[in-house]
């Protein structure tokens, strides 16, 4: 049994790739339940800090504690639900298989699955609203259907902090909504959610706490306290252009069309 919560402490963090720091000496304290956008321009170290989190990325210097614990010490604590593009989506899986992978690592080598393995990944499915596809190939669905399966992937985990790196990129209105509501779901439930976006204005809006980063850390807080004309100059440079309080950043992805519902 966990008796410290998922506190997410990160200090000093330095991360490089060929010599050049991806991030530079990154501190921060990250509360238990909390929905936290991550913002920053492209190469900011968005993606870098996720791979970090989940051990894909080897850290030069600092620390990284969840528990109260080192990083990798709980087993699945860390759910990661990757960009669409960097998935091989061909690969010959059901949309059941695919989720199932999520208990692969509280199975272990001898385990069979097991009715409770079942249940979860059935609830899994239910939660993203796709648990009519189970039995349906991976590569036959649709972007916005085939990021739901890598979401209830990562809920079939159980984890306690779950990362979504740039999840609305590209999908529809009621797969942003599934998101949304996935986030409300995780919040209740007293699990971190950490979202990528590029998307300042959704980033303001939806969630509790914004970490503006741009290989350093620029600012992290309250939306008010961070997307300051000031903090947001910092990040983006000569990017960015503000508008009666609003940004304009020439290298992100457009703002979604839909319409966003209010956050919880």
Same mark, same amino acid.
Request: glycine share 6%.
């Given at each position: ?112 699955? =097991?009715?409770? #393995?079942? !249940? ?7 939660? %993203?609203?796709?648990? @009519? $596809?189970?039995?349906? +190939? ?42 949304? =509501?996935?986030? #409300?779901? !995780? ?7 950490? %979202?990528?976006?590029? @998307? $300042?204005?959704?980033? +303001? ?45 020439? #290298? ?13």
């Amino acid at each position: 049994m966990i008796a410290e919560p998922a506190r997410l402490d990160i200090e000093n963090l330095t991360v490089s790739y060929n010599g050049s720091p991806a991030l530079d000496n990154l501190t921060l304290q990250i509360p238990v339940g909390a929905r936290v956008a991550v913002v920053g321009p492209n190469g900011a170290g968005k993606s870098t800090l996720f791979k970090v989190l989940v051990g894909e990325l080897p850290i030069q210097s600092g620390s990284i504690n969840i528990h109260c614990q080192p990083l990798g010490h709980h087993q699945d604590c860390v759910a990661y639900v990757p960009q669409r593009e960097e998935v091989d989506w061909h690969f010959p899986l059901t949309v059941e298989d695919v989720v199932m992978m999520g208990r692969y690592g509280r199975l272990g080598w001898l385990r069979r699955v =097991s009715q409770h #393995d079942q !249940m979860i990944v059935s609830r899994s499915l239910s939660q %993203v609203g796709i648990e @009519d $596809l189970a039995q349906h +190939a991976i590569l036959d669905l649709s972007g916005g259907q085939q990021q739901r399966v890598f979401m209830a992937r990562a809920l079939a985990q159980e984890p306690h902090i779950l990362l979504l790196d740039e999840p609305f990129n590209g999908i529809d209105a009621p797969t942003q909504e599934a998101i949304f =509501s996935l986030l #409300d779901d !995780m919040h209740h439930q007293a699990v971190t959610a950490i %979202v990528s976006t590029h @998307d $300042l204005n959704l980033a +303001a809006k939806y969630f509790d706490l914004v970490i503006l980063l741009n290989k350093k850390l620029i600012a992290f807080g309250s939306p008010q306290s961070v997307f300051t004309h000031h903090h947001v100059r910092q990040a983006f440079t000569d990017r960015v252009m503000m508008i009666e309080g609003h940004a304009l950043i020439d #290298d992100c992805c457009p703002p979604n069309e839909t319409n966003h519902r209010r956050r919880k």
